[in-house]
C-alpha cells in the first residue's frame, strides 16, 4: 500500500531564504506526482506536476524534482516571501484514478 | 471563472442528522472526486466518479453516498451524520471531455465544506 510522508510539519524561515520542501513515497510505480497549496480555509492549487518519466518541473521561483528509485520528492522555493507562507501537499498518483496524499509541511515566512 | 463550486460552506449537524453536499464544476471536466481531510492526515479519497452516471468507492466509503445524474454536479450525502465524519470536505474535478484517459492533468478544488457532528 503505497504511504506518502511528509517532513517537517512545519517550518517557519526568514523572508528572502531558499528552502527546500521533502515528500517520501514507499511505492516507487507511480504515474506522476504533483505539489498542491493550501491556504488556511481555501481549496488546494495546484503547483507542480511531475511525470513519471520527468526528473523536475520548474515554475516561477519553484522547482520540483523526483527520483522514483529512492522514493522521494523535493520542492525548492527560491527567495521566499510572505505570501509564500501556506501548507504544502503532495500526493502520488499510482495505476488508478487515485491520488494518495502526504499530510502537508505548513510553511510560515517571517518578515 | 467559478471552476469547482462546493454547497454550502460550513454545516453543523446533529448525531443522526443526514444531508447532502453539492459540487459543481463548469469545466466540462469528466472526473470529480470527494475527498475529507483531517487534523494531522492526508486528504482521503471517499467516493469518485468517471462520468456521468457512474460513481465508484474511494479509500474511505463507509457512511457516505454519492450521484451523478448530471455531468457538472456530484452529490455526497450523510444518510446518518456519526461524531466521526466531522471534518472538511473538497470536492476536486479533472480531466476535459476528449483527453486522454490517464492524461497527466491536475485536479481543480473546491474551497471546502467545513461539517460538524454534536
Known amino acids: 500500500k503505497q504511504e506518502v510522508t511528509q517532513i517537517p510539519a512545519a517550518l517557519s524561515v526568514p523572508e528572502g531564504e531558499n528552502l527546500v520542501l521533502n515528500c517520501s513515497f514507499t511505492?516507487?510505480?507511480?504515474?506522476?506526482l504533483q505539489w498542491f497549496r493550501q491556504d488556511p480555509g481555501k481549496g488546494l492549487t495546484s503547483l507542480l506536476l511531475?511525470?513519471?518519466s520527468q526528473r523536475e518541473q520548474t515554475s516561477g521561483r519553484l522547482n520540483a524534482s523526483l527520483d522514483k528509485s529512492s522514493g522521494r520528492s523535493t520542492l525548492y522555493i527560491a527567495a521566499s516571501q510572505p505570501g509564500d507562507s501556506a501548507t504544502y501537499l503532495c500526493?502520488?498518483?499510482?495505476?488508478?484514478?487515485?491520488?494518495?496524499w502526504g499530510a502537508g509541511t505548513k510553511l510560515i515566512i517571517k518578515p | 471563472n467559478a471552476g469547482v463550486t462546493q454547497t454550502p460552506k460550513f454545516r453543523v449537524l446533529k448525531t443522526g442528522q443526514s444531508m447532502t453536499l453539492l459540487c459543481a464544476q463548469d469545466?466540462?471536466?469528466?472526473?470529480m472526486y470527494w475527498y475529507r481531510q483531517d487534523p494531522g492526515m492526508g486528504l482521503r479519497l471517499i467516493h469518485y466518479?468517471?462520468?456521468?452516471?457512474?460513481?465508484a468507492k474511494g479509500e474511505v466509503p463507509d457512511g457516505y453516498n454519492v450521484s451523478r445524474l448530471k455531468k457538472q454536479n456530484f452529490l455526497l450525502g450523510l444518510e446518518s451524520a456519526a461524531p466521526s465524519q466531522t471534518s472538511v470536505y473538497f470536492c476536486?474535478?479533472?480531466?476535459?471531455?476528449?483527453?486522454?484517459?490517464?492524461?497527466?492533468?491536475?485536479?481543480?478544488f473546491g474551497d471546502g465544506t467545513r461539517l460538524s457532528i454534536l
Open positions: 476536486a474535478s479533472s480531466y476535459p471531455t476528449g483527453g486522454p484517459v490517464y492524461s497527466n492533468q491536475p485536479q481543480h
Open positions: 469545466m466540462n471536466h469528466e472526473y
Open positions: 466518479s468517471v462520468g456521468e452516471g457512474t460513481t
Open positions: 511505492d516507487s510505480a507511480i504515474y506522476n
Open positions: 511531475i511525470q513519471s
Open positions: 500526493a502520488v498518483r499510482g495505476s488508478n484514478y487515485q491520488l494518495i
